[in-house]
T-cell receptor, first 111, second 114 residues
């Protein structure tokens, strides 16, 4: 079983739609969680950290369910510029900056 | 402020050769990590260095080595290149080394082994 699992997609959605991505992780000792965004042939960029209480940043909402070991990302009012691959990332206790990435979920927002 | 800078941006090598990739962290960042990203996959952890000491190593063969210099820049070396080493090599820096310290990635070095 992979340490971090994501549906690879692609998710093709119309502009203005709401889209949700889920991610599961296997290491129950995981302590910190992130969503990164990666554009084609570019480096990953931090989108948001994910906190136990859930957090929101504009059109983006992240949720963490420790009991079920899954993380979600909700994007409201999708824009064309949201088209990218979204990487679910987990960091375990004692892992320092050793991040474990999922394979990413590809999002395509269309007119 | 300059972000994480990596050089070269692209590199083509032949099987069996050696390669050195370079990285300069964001000013003030003391931790540097290296990741390998194969097409269609998420980045995989190779090494982390903090204050010039190795703090973590991923599941990569001994052909992969790295070091960090007093100015916190870093080099990743790969010996005896294989076709499977073709990938995007990402360097990331962070202010601290803890689990809550987010990483900032450079543009990467795209290595092609023929």
């Amino acid at each position: 079983r992979k340490e971090v699992e994501q549906d690879p997609g692609p998710f093709n959605v119309p502009e203005g739609a709401t889209v949700a991505f889920n991610c599961t992780y296997s290491n129950s000792a995981s302590q910190s969680f992130f969503w990164y965004r990666q554009d084609c042939r570019k480096e990953p960029k931090l989108l948001m950290s994910v906190y136990s209480s859930g957090n929101e940043d504009g059109r983006f909402t992240a949720q963490l369910n420790r009991a079920s070991q899954y993380i979600s990302l909700l994007i409201r009012d999708s824009k064309l510029s949201d088209s990218a691959t979204y990487l679910c990332v987990v960091n375990a206790v004692g892992g320092g900056n050793k991040l474990t990435f999922g394979t990413g979920t590809q999002l395509k927002v269309e007119l | 402020d300059a972000g994480v800078t990596q050089s070269p941006t692209h590199l083509i090598k032949t099987r069996g050769q050696h390669v050195t990739l370079r990285c300069s962290p964001i000013s003030g960042h003391k931790s540097v990590s290296w990741y390998q990203q194969v097409l269609g996959q998420g980045p995989q952890f190779i090494f982390q260095y903090y204050e010039k000491e190795e703090r973590g190593r991923g599941n990569f063969p001994d052909r992969f080595s790295a070091r960090q210099f007093p100015n916190y820049s870093s080099e990743l070396n790969v010996n005896a290149l294989l076709l499977g080493d073709s990938a995007l090599y990402l360097c990331a820096s962070s202010l601290l080394t803890g689990v809550y310290s987010p990483l900032h990635f450079g543009n990467g070095t795209r290595l092609t082994v023929t």
